[in-house]
């Protein structure tokens, strides 16, 4: 595939320069924390409070980091293209809530049916329960790769696509499995406190458990992309033909990194199930999360198992603090909401029209002086992104515009929205400008 | 002829309902049918699967939706979604996907997703997440014979726009220029190339005829239930699997894909429901499964026939892993019964 960078390109060796990437990357992060810390503060939280929201965070973004190292393994070393994260990352959620909660009867009030009840019941070990959502979804991952791995990569997507669209339905609808539209509650925890601090003493074992988790599955892939075996996959996503011409068999290497990455995918939603304490099949499985998860890949960069943690943490410190901001958010607004749509719109409005004269110049008086200082900026290609950039404020102010006419109440759930929009500008941008994401893959060399 | 015997047939074995089953699933056909159309002649140009298309499908929708609550009617806001919709897709060609040409057909899709998830999100943050339905007039059904009646709107209208729109699509992919332009693209672009064809051209026509399309097909789905944020999304699969069964980049496969996955889903419900009734299985909420028929149809097209129903067969396609191994099963036991083992690979 040559949608991964190739490390064919040599530069000067950088042994002293700072580690930039890194450097931006983990300052991104811990002014997320911050931020999201003062929004607690502001709020008048308890200090226990706001270090319990922050161990949220910090488990829910290990979660994401080992889906994202899951989808690394999938796409960013064997060039797999996987859209169908949230459905393995559902198989494991709910195998995980099925084996290790204590029976749950249905429940049934006045002769009418409250909850249907589950499949399940068995109260087995935390460890077990991980260990079969691993299983789980591992062989879903193997089963649905079977009929298309041998095809191109967007009959991979598509097959993927559908089967968690599928699963989605069925946890719906299959009530006798799945508890139908409430899910499955009671979840153990893996230590229950009895004391009046347990939210956070949870929180704090959940981050606990996690990181080791984490750093386990760093060292363990990261041991493994060093191997033969991962050499093996680079090669399968470099040039697939090459590499069956040297006697391998590509089918089974796929299979089994797809499967694997489906696992890990598994322990994630086994985790998740853990964490939250109760699974439903609402948003936490919706397409968005596959969506997230490709983001935190390209961002972090593929092919470096670094960079989807990194990538994790980032990417979901955005929505936890969206979540954070959106009790303050409208109050600002509200203030401020007319300024900030005014100027929007005349900026805008000013930078469009300069930005279209500037490149009209630039194009119909080639001999003027000012035509050099035009060509240096269109060399560069900004005239032509800062005309987009200046339509595109001067459209935010009209949408806030038409927010305000149509939509008055719902300007705190519109962070959401906007949210994911931006989800989707990144994903443009990046794999327009810089497919290789913050942290590089890793140049490797023959010794 | 043949057809008629076998909905009579039907009629006379299942009873009238399953007709009425049979015209839902036209009535769906014929909008997943104009989508797939669109889909497919983008895929087939471009080479990349545009995972946006049911999103552009829901602006189409709020866009004719915009005009026809401000006044104007349905018709001219339709017409007017379709011309904006075409100069939405050479703008998406334009300010995105040109930059990806020749990087695989990976990073569109990521993009396609992108683009999916700003329009969806900024349909939902402009218009809010209500339904919202065309201001058409209320009619009652037309009955053809007791017990099977179709909507003058969402039936006979959506199934007189999908067939011409079938019918415009083959005019111009047989009988014109544009059309011989686009298909000798899709078989071969440097071949193309090389004869002269502009294919740069070629390209924006495709999108042009992709994104329109999506946006009729949009409007024909919002006719038939409600407009939502989500409407498009939810139909991409089914779009898809029409596509994938038809033969990924042919427009006439789509047409008989499209045909094959709306029919098999509505008639679907019949039997679903019948699985409902305690002395079968029991299942509960039948047929909201409905929609997961398309996908088993999917599968079985990408085990067996990966190429697709009407798509030609690629010279040196590889059999799947099943087939490999079902075959060599069962030429092995074959053999050893039957005398003739010969024929078992044979078949083309």
Request: proline share 5%; aromatic share 10%.
């Amino acid at each position: 595939m040559a949608s991964t960078p190739s490390s064919e390109v040599a530069k000067q060796p950088a042994a002293h320069k700072l580690p930039w990437s890194e450097i931006i990357a983990f300052a991104a992060i811990a002014a997320i924390v911050v931020a999201g810390v003062l929004a607690g503060v502001l709020a008048g939280a308890s200090p226990q409070g706001i270090l319990t929201n922050v161990g949220f965070y910090a488990s829910i973004a290990i979660i994401f980091a080992i889906l994202a190292l899951g989808f690394n393994l999938q796409w960013g070393y064997t060039g797999l293209f996987n859209a169908g994260i949230a459905g393995f990352y559902l198989i494991g959620a709910y195998t995980m809530a099925i084996a290790i909660t204590a029976p749950s009867p249905p429940i049934v009030i006045g002769g009418i049916p409250v909850y249907p009840g589950h499949l399940g019941g068995y109260s087995l070990p935390l460890a077990v329960g991980v260990v079969l959502a691993m299983l789980a979804s591992g062989i879903a991952a193997a089963v649905i790769a079977l009929p298309a791995l041998r095809l191109r990569a967007d009959y991979l997507a598509i097959a993927t696509l559908a089967f968690a669209s599928i699963l989605q339905i069925f946890a719906n609808n299959l009530q006798s499995v799945t508890g139908g539209s409430i899910g499955i509650t009671g979840i153990p925890k893996p230590v229950e406190f009895q004391s009046a601090d347990a939210p956070f003493l949870n929180a704090a074992t959940i981050v606990g458990i996690g990181s080791l988790v984490l750093l386990f599955l760093l060292l363990l892939l990261q041991f493994m992309a060093e191997s033969p075996w991962g050499r093996v996959l680079r090669a399968v996503r470099e040039d697939e033909e090459a590499t069956m011409a040297l006697g391998k068999n590509t089918f089974n290497y796929k299979l089994q990194a797809f499967a694997l990455g489906g696992a890990l995918m598994g322990l994630a939603g086994a985790l998740f199930a853990v964490t939250l304490g109760y699974v439903s099949p609402s948003s936490s499985f919706a397409p968005a999360v596959t969506f997230s998860v490709w983001v935190m890949v390209i961002v972090g960069g593929s092919g470096n198992n670094r960079g989807a943690i990194v990538g994790g943490f980032l990417i979901y410190g955005l929505e936890w603090l969206s979540v954070q901001l959106k009790d303050y958010v409208p109050i600002a607004l509200a203030a401020g909401f007319v300024t900030i749509r005014g100027l929007l719109i005349v900026v805008g409005f000013i930078a469009s029209i300069s930005a279209v004269v500037l490149v009209l110049l630039s194009r119909h008086r080639p001999t003027s002086a000012w035509h050099r200082v035009m060509q240096r900026i269109q060399e560069r290609g900004l005239a032509r992104n800062g005309v987009i950039g200046a339509i595109a404020l001067y459209g935010l102010g009209w949408v806030f515009v038409l927010l305000e006419q149509y939509a008055p109440g719902a300007i705190g759930d519109t962070i959401f929205y906007i949210r994911l929009m931006f989800i989707g500008v990144l994903l443009i941008l990046l794999i327009i400008y810089r497919p290789e994401g913050i942290l590089r893959e890793q140049k490797r060399v023959l010794r | 002829m043949i057809a008629v015997a076998v909905v009579a047939g039907l009629a006379f074995v299942f009873g009238i309902i399953i007709l009425q089953y049979a015209m839902g699933g036209l009535v769906v056909s014929s909008i997943v049918i104009v989508a797939a159309i669109g889909l497919t002649v983008l895929y087939g140009i471009r080479g990349f699967a545009n995972f946006a298309y049911g999103d552009l499908m829901t602006l189409g929708a709020y866009l004719a939706l915009l005009l026809s609550l401000n006044g104007l009617s349905l018709v001219w806001g339709a017409i007017v979604s379709f011309l904006v919709l075409a100069i939405v897709g050479i703008l998406l060609e334009v300010v995105i996907f040109a930059r990806l040409e020749g990087r695989g057909p990976v990073p569109p899709i990521v993009a396609s997703v992108g683009v999916a998830l700003i329009i969806q999100n900024g349909i939902r943050a402009v218009a809010g997440t209500t339904e919202r339905i065309y201001p058409v007039p209320a009619t009652e059904n037309v009955v053809i014979v007791p017990g099977l009646g179709i909507h003058p709107i969402s039936g006979i209208l959506t199934l007189v726009v999908g067939i011409s729109f079938v019918l415009s699509a083959h005019v111009l992919l047989k009988y014109t220029n544009l059309g011989k332009a686009m298909r000798a693209t899709a078989d071969n672009l440097e071949l193309a190339k090389a004869t002269g064809i502009d294919t740069k051209r070629v390209t924006y026509a495709a999108w042009v005829v992709s994104s329109s399309f999506a946006s009729t097909a949009g409007i024909l789905l919002g006719l038939g239930t409600a407009v939502k944020p989500t409407m498009g999304f939810d139909v991409l699969l089914l779009i898809f699997a029409a596509v994938i069964v038809g033969g990924i980049g042919s427009p006439y496969g789509a047409m008989l894909g499209g045909l094959m996955v709306g029919l098999s889903q509505e008639m679907s419900v019949p039997f679903l429901v019948w699985l409902e009734r305690p002395d079968v299985i029991g299942l509960q909420f039948g047929s909201a499964y409905k929609v997961a028929i398309p996908f088993i149809i999917l599968i079985i097209v990408l085990i067996f026939r990966p190429w697709g129903i009407a798509g030609r067969r690629p010279a040196f396609a590889r059999r799947s892993y099943f087939i490999e191994r079902i075959t060599r099963t069962l030429a092995g036991e074959r053999g050893a019964i039957d005398t003739s083992p010969g024929e078992a690979n044979g078949g083309r």
